[in-house]
């Protein structure tokens, strides 16, 4: 481990100040219990569910259930959930949006809309570690969307952790240790090539040479560095990889009327920098306790406490400014320091990154997390056989600090001189100098602690007869979220729930639910509305003409119809008017915003009532089937058909700018949306002799379209959208680049073109291009995602591979730095090649060429890719070994994450084409480790 005692004697101060600040904030602002941990339970040949919102039988619902175990999770290095994730689940992409180390930075899509995410059944966020979870359950479908009301409008990802259950004491140690790297960083110009580039840009719009043959030779053979420098900066200030550690264990079991589990975490983590001082260094803790205990005969308590701390240093310019100036800073610009304390800069290149990490000063985060919950269950089985009352509450909060020292070191320009010989020399002049310029203080609000609130129960009964299953939930849930910024009211939702399930002879099952949310953002009769969902399946296997088939084993068909509405997204209410802005100068504005108002913080309206909105509805058609054939192939197929009626919209974007304001035009539910689509599972296992192998492939697809949307009426019907994918890319329709040949004929389009500009063509045929001539050229969503897993074990020996990828969508080039040269600081090694598409780069220009860089399927590439996203090979020492010692399992593993990728793109990562360039960069690992249990 990489702490030193001091670090360990900072940290630990740090996390106890951030438990006290949190357990102060919740016990001065709660009002309820804390919530109950639930748990997946086997019940005889039946699988039950056991959540804050009904007893659910798995096994006999009418609703598609993905379940993947943690053990296949934990074969994923790290501590975070998603990205074990990726590529396991049919349906689900998951995408990283921040590379930084220690960062957060996933988004996940379930069929094309954002699900919610359960911890033991409670919307916690994902308060959660990999190495806790037991259990991953995906439902995608109303039949458990609507349950949630208006957090269950896009599924639900239920994470399962462990522990809560009798038996013997178990003992789990896991240990890992990765060595990252950046899966890729784009290539930079060295300085002669940058100066050659230049010339070309600078002759071809007419300005001749900028730098001479003489210098261009002093780049290449490095004579004069401080003149003449030549900076790999990717190499001067990145080291090759770097190391994080992780460690956990958890401890579980139970006997007679108590169970219980404790967990603990830690993982730490430091950047690519090679400047000690300006090296991001974060470590995190993270802990679950629960604990179930029989009360009496009818009356079961439990409770536990989560929590989550986080220590991050960091330079204080930021990580993703790091690469900004690593990408942007030319070869050329200046040496990175002359003798061993001047930093220097240039007039056009003004920032120093060895300043900035050597002497710029510290940013150190410090974020805290803590959940508690309490329940009570009464089993009223004794009086009422089946019958079961459970009650729960949750507290959870959050905040976050930051300490920082911020210096300001002191910068020089190198000018050329001569003396009173006439001779040449340099000299230092100071550009900035503020070396004393240090400051020292905190960052974090008040706002930056937040607190949820839930209070919910459920009447649960069950009953079995002899050829049939009777399973009724009431159950309600109030989700409370207090917000401290004055100018955003209080999130308040209230659901209730009567569902039924019924089985009969485990071949007819029917479902039906009735929900009533309520929420704080609708007011009079909308404030409460009423969603029905009902479902069907059929056990066909379980029929008479295939209950001894020798080739299928398993069959079901299923399908389920429901509404379940949402609030919209906004924080204001829409169904009050609101004003915003200040005073300034004795000016009171009234009316809509424009500029000079923004300028005057004059107030303003910001929004005009409509006591009309209502709830936004997601009526959802979910139809599949499930089949098991040979003991060894299982194939799922699942189709959906979302409706999204009644989203909210400006009443303004119905009318053209020229009509006027919108100060009087309140917001609406207008448009309508449609997403469509399916996912697919294939899963084939079998053996030979004592080696076992496995393949599965799973597939999603889904379109979001348009059916009403609000746009203006143009009179070219080829510009309208509505009824097509809301995700077009609306741009120009390129026709290559104009030529010696063909220039003379160039119609009037953005400015002045020349050979080697973009030529478009003219879809309306009125011999001018402009807005008339654009249209959809792509679509920038992927339509398909997939996963691809394999694997094998063979006498304590596995290897298993998780790829995944996406297709059918288009990336756009044009905006992208790395891609689109002008100016002085833009240029990289893509100038010297073909874009990925194949199609040449355009003229080449000192300035930002308008004609070039508006939007056009020029620069659409397609964004299709294929990654080797994880992998594992291990050895679980054999059994016989094990019962002679205190170890019940030992397994040693080497995983890798990211290992390869497919696209078109051969310099970039296609899952950001930023990083590297201006964000951190994707990264890969290659992990050792071990776990025991005992």
Request: proline share 3%.
């Amino acid at each position: 481990m990489k702490l030193t005692i001091t670090e360990i004697k900072i940290f630990i101060f740090c996390l106890l100040n951030m438990l006290v600040i949190n357990i102060c904030v919740a016990q001065n602002n709660t009002s309820l219990n804390a919530l109950a941990v639930q748990d997946s339970l086997p019940k005889s040949n039946d699988e039950i569910l056991t959540t804050p919102f009904g007893i659910f039988n798995l096994s006999k619902t009418t609703a598609p259930v993905f379940r993947i175990s943690g053990d296949v999770l934990r074969q994923t290095p790290g501590d975070h959930v998603y990205n074990a994730l990726r590529g396991r689940v049919p349906g689900l992409r998951v995408t990283r949006t921040s590379n930084t180390p220690g960062a957060d930075g996933y988004s996940i899509s379930l069929n094309g809309g954002s699900p919610t995410v359960l911890v033991d059944g409670y919307p916690v966020g994902l308060q959660v570690d990999l190495r806790e979870v037991e259990e991953v359950i995906v439902f995608t479908d109303a039949t458990f969307n609507s349950i949630l009301g208006n957090l269950g409008d896009n599924g639900l990802i239920y994470i399962v952790t462990k522990g809560g259950k009798l038996g013997k004491p178990t003992v789990e140690v896991n240990y890992h240790s990765a060595l990252n790297s950046a899966t890729r960083l784009p290539r930079l110009l060295s300085a002669s090539e940058y100066a050659t580039v230049i010339n070309q840009a600078s002759n071809n719009d007419g300005f001749g040479d900028i730098y001479s043959p003489e210098a261009i030779a002093a780049y290449n053979n490095g004579s004069d560095p401080i003149r003449f420098p030549n900076v790999d900066r990717q190499e001067a200030y990145l080291a090759g990889t770097s190391i994080s550690n992780y460690a956990s264990l958890n401890v579980y079991g139970g006997q007679d009327n108590v169970a219980y589990s404790a967990f603990v975490a830690y993982s730490d983590w430091e950047g690519l920098e090679n400047v000690d001082e300006g090296k991001i260094d974060g470590r995190n803790i993270t802990f679950r306790t629960k604990i179930n205990a029989k009360v009496s005969d009818i009356i079961e308590a439990r409770a536990s406490i989560y929590g989550k701390f986080r220590e991050n240093k960091r330079p204080v310019i930021g990580p993703n400014d790091t690469f900004s100036l690593i990408s942007n800073t030319p070869a050329n610009a200046f040496p990175l320091k002359v003798g061993d304390t001047a930093y220097v800069v240039n007039n056009q290149f003004r920032s120093n990154l060895l300043s900035e990490l050597e002497a710029g000063g510290i940013y150190t985060e410090y974020d805290a997390a803590l959940v508690f919950n309490i329940g009570i269950d009464v089993n009223l089985n004794k009086y009422i056989p089946g019958l079961r009352y459970s009650t729960h509450g949750m507290i959870r909060t959050s905040n976050g600090k930051a300490l920082f020292t911020n210096n300001r070191p002191g910068l020089y320009t190198i000018e050329n001189l001569q003396d009173s010989d006439g001779q040449d020399s340099l000299a230092l002049k100071v550009q900035t100098f503020d070396a004393l310029d240090l400051t020292v203080g905190r960052s974090g609000a008040d706002a930056d602690i937040r607190k949820t609130f839930t209070y919910g129960g459920y009447l649960n009964y069950s009953k079995k007869m002899n050829q049939s299953t009777l399973d009724l939930n009431l159950n309600h849930f109030l989700f409370y979220e207090p917000n401290i910024n004055a100018s955003q009211p209080d999130n308040r939702n209230l659901t209730f729930n009567l569902n039924a399930s019924y089985a009969l002879k485990d071949k007819y099952m029917f479902y039906a639910n009735l929900n009533t949310s309520s929420s704080s953002k609708f007011i009079g009769n909308n404030r409460t509305s009423f969603f029905p969902t009902a479902g069907i399946a059929w056990v066909a296997s379980n029929e008479n003409f295939l209950k001894n088939s020798k080739t299928i084993d398993f069959l079901k068909f299923r399908a389920s119809y429901g509404e379940i509405g949402t609030e919209y997204t906004a924080e204001t209410f829409y169904y009050l008017n609101t004003w915003s802005g200040g005073l300034n100068n004795n000016t009171i504005y009234l009316g809509n915003a424009n500029t000079t108002q923004t300028l005057d913080f004059g107030y303003r309206i910001g929004n005009i009532a409509n006591d009309a909105i209502d709830w936004i509805v997601y009526d959802q058609f979910f139809a599949g089937v499930q089949l098991s054939m040979l003991k060894k192939l299982s194939l799922e197929v699942n189709y959906f058909n979302i409706d999204i009626n009644n989203q909210v919209t400006k009443a303004s974007a119905l009318f053209a700018d020229a009509l006027g304001g919108d100060a009087f035009l309140p917001q609406m539910n207008f448009t309508k949306r449609n997403n469509q689509g399916f996912n697919a599972n294939l899963m084939f296992n079998d053996n030979i002799g004592d080696f076992k192998y496995y393949l599965n492939v799973n597939a999603g697809y889904n379109k979001i379209t348009g059916e009403t949307i609000a746009e203006i009426p143009y009179p070219d019907e080829y510009r309208l959208q509505q009824g097509d994918p809301e995700d077009n890319f609306i741009g120009y329709v390129s026709d290559g680049l104009f030529t010696a040949e063909n220039i003379g004929s160039a119609l009037p389009q953005f400015g002045d073109v020349q050979i080697g500009d973009i030529k478009y063509v003219d879809l309306n045929g009125d011999n001018v291009i402009d807005s008339r001539d654009r249209r959809a050229v792509g679509n920038t969503t992927p339509r398909f995602n997939y996963g691809v897993n394999l694997g094998f074990e063979y006498k304590g020996f596995n290897l298993d591979v998780v790829g995944m990828g996406v297709g059918g969508y288009d990336v756009s080039l044009s905006g992208r730095s790395y891609y689109t040269h002008y100016g002085l600081g833009t240029y990289f090694a893509s100038v010297d090649s073909n874009l990925p598409n194949g199609n040449a780069n355009p003229r080449l220009s000192t300035t930002q060429s308008i004609n070039n860089y508006v939007n056009s399927d020029y620069w659409l590439v397609d964004g299709s890719y294929f990654r080797i996203s994880n992998l594992e090979l291990g050895y679980t020492l054999p059994k016989n070994l094990m019962d002679k010692s205190i170890f019940s399992n030992v397994k040693l593993f080497l995983r890798g994450s990211n290992l390869a990728l497919f696209s078109k793109f051969d310099d970039l990562d296609i899952e950001d084409l930023s990083a590297g360039v201006s964000e951190y960069p994707m990264m890969k690992s290659f992990v050792l480790g071990f776990s025991m249990d005992f």
